[in-house]
């Protein structure tokens, strides 16, 4: 799996281009707000709060770091936001697993379809998702502090802690592939798998014009 350093913390895909999703057709971008947020619940992630220096907390109510929008002649709406969240790694103190994700929204517009005899208030335009998850490894901080233990780090990252990083490397991509899974499927986009799962996470209000339904 291609690996990248940058600082304390190993990425687990390309920093500069992440794991993409993008999707444009109708969807309801509040119920898929909802159902991503439900998802990364479940799976802990939490969000980050700083607090003076370099130090960070869980919060769990501040994941969006960033929202911006703006609207053209048209009335169309561009959407940016930003998902900041973390969570600490089980059995292993010295490592934090972070993820982060950008929203970039194009041509957003209110439009109604019918399924079933309901009316249904919805959106079309287009979305794109930047996943970037990474394992920080925070051990690191404390030897960069210390001028002595500075000249070991190297050696702890190779000897010591390197099978479990190793491990933790490939858990965070399996998430990381599952949630992009889970995303394409709620989208309703062809996805890769050897299976298709039993039961959606969540059902899925993504309306592609090329599914019959």
Same mark, same amino acid.
């Given at each position: 799996?291609?690996?990248?350093?940058?600082?304390?913390?190993?990425?687990?895909?390309?920093?500069?281009?992440?794991?993409?999703?993008?999707?444009?057709?109708?969807?309801?971008?509040?119920?898929?707000?909802?159902?991503?947020?439900?998802?990364?619940?479940?799976?802990?992630?939490?969000?980050?709060?700083?607090?003076?220096?370099?130090?960070?907390?869980?919060?769990?109510?501040?994941?969006?770091?960033?929202?911006?929008?703006?609207?053209?002649?048209?009335?169309?709406?561009?959407?940016?936001?930003?998902?900041?969240?973390?969570?600490?790694?089980?059995?292993?103190?010295?490592?934090?697993?972070?993820?982060?994700?950008?929203?970039?929204?194009?041509?957003?517009?209110?439009?109604?379809?019918?399924?079933?005899?309901?009316?249904?208030?919805?959106?079309?335009?287009?979305?794109?998702?930047?996943?970037?998850?990474?394992?920080?490894?925070?051990?690191?901080?404390?030897?960069?502090?210390?001028?002595?233990?500075?000249?070991?780090?190297?050696?702890?990252?190779?000897?010591?802690?390197? %099978?479990? !990083?190793?491990?933790? &490397?490939?858990?965070?991509?399996?998430?990381? @592939? $599952?949630?992009?899974?889970?995303? /394409?499927?709620?989208?309703?986009?062809? %996805?890769? !798998?050897?299976?298709? &799962?039993?039961?959606?996470?969540?059902?899925? @209000? $993504?309306?592609?014009?090329?599914? /019959?339904?």
């Amino acid at each position: 799996m291609p690996v990248k350093k940058t600082d304390a913390r190993l990425f687990i895909h390309d920093p500069n281009t992440g794991i993409k999703v993008k999707y444009k057709d109708v969807f309801d971008l509040k119920a898929f707000y909802e159902a991503l947020h439900d998802w990364l619940q479940e799976y802990e992630w939490t969000g980050m709060k700083l607090e003076g220096g370099d130090s960070v907390t869980k919060d769990l109510d501040r994941w969006e770091t960033y929202y911006g929008e703006r609207k053209d002649q048209s009335g169309a709406t561009e959407i940016w936001f930003q998902w900041r969240m973390m969570r600490p790694v089980e059995h292993a103190a010295f490592l934090t697993y972070y993820l982060d994700m950008d929203f970039h929204c194009i041509g957003v517009k209110p439009t109604q379809i019918v399924r079933e005899g309901v009316k249904w208030e919805v959106n079309k335009g287009e979305i794109e998702i930047t996943i970037k998850p990474s394992i920080h490894k925070k051990y690191e901080d404390e030897f960069s502090k210390n001028w002595f233990l500075k000249e070991f780090q190297g050696m702890f990252t190779k000897r010591i802690y390197r %099978r479990e !990083l190793q491990e933790r &490397e490939k858990e965070l991509y399996q998430e990381a @592939y $599952a949630l992009q899974n889970f995303i /394409k499927q709620w989208f309703k986009l062809k %996805r890769y !798998l050897p299976y298709e &799962e039993t039961k959606n996470f969540a059902p899925s @209000y $993504a309306w592609p014009s090329h599914v /019959k339904e």
